[in-house]
């Protein structure tokens, strides 16, 4: 099983790449396993806009087919997640996230955006056929000084809807491994750090 973390922000050294790291660390540590790879688009930019093929962006999209969990983070830019992470993510074949999980993570400077990690960058997972466990997480820039309660509280919610061990057969689906297991509704609202 690993985890590959994906940061949408045009702006490298980001603070959404902080809490992305921070949030695969964290359900690392619960999962007993390495925190894995981070794909920081920042500095893809200008390969992704580019008419020529980049090996650069090849590998990042490889990183995200190779992984079972992936952490999918961007700030939020006019209610949304980036463009950037849009046209990266739109490099990806049809389901081609089909038997993954892909948590959402949105970075918020206001509270009023804290179900865009719900209504906006959920369906974009799920469109790519990844499973796409509740909570997403929505983090108010103000509480990224103290990310550590926030994010205990949030994986002991996420856990029990995560796979103890990666499918060996991808016609099984992940989501098999979690039949079993109470799963909160799609209505549930966004975990928001406030």
Not at 56 to 67: F, R, S
Not at 147 to 173: E, M, S
Request: glycine content about 6%; cysteine-free; hydrophobic content about 45%.
């Amino acid at each position: 099983m690993s985890i590959v973390t994906v940061v949408g922000n045009p702006r490298s050294g980001s603070r959404t790449l902080t809490v992305a790291t921070k949030a695969a660390e964290t359900l690392a540590n619960r999962l007993g396993i390495p925190a894995g790879d981070v794909v920081d688009l920042a500095g893809l930019a200008p390969a992704l806009f580019s008419p020529e093929p980049s090996p650069g962006v090849e590998v990042a999209l490889e990183l995200l087919l190779d992984a079972s969990i992936l952490i999918v983070a961007s700030p939020t830019y006019k209610g949304t997640y980036t463009g950037l992470l849009k046209s990266f993510l739109d490099k990806l074949p049809n389901q081609a996230l089909a038997g993954k999980f892909a948590v959402p993570l949105l970075v918020l400077g206001d509270p009023k955006h804290s179900l865009a990690v719900e209504v906006h960058l959920r369906p974009l997972l799920v469109e790519l056929g990844a499973n796409v466990p509740t909570p997403g997480l929505a983090v108010l820039e103000s509480h990224i000084p103290d990310l550590d309660p926030l994010l205990t509280t949030w994986t002991d919610r996420l856990l029990p809807q995560l796979p103890t061990h990666p499918p060996t057969d991808p016609a099984d689906g992940a989501i098999s491994q979690v039949a079993d297991q109470e799963v909160p509704s799609l209505t549930d609202r966004p975990e928001v750090l406030t």
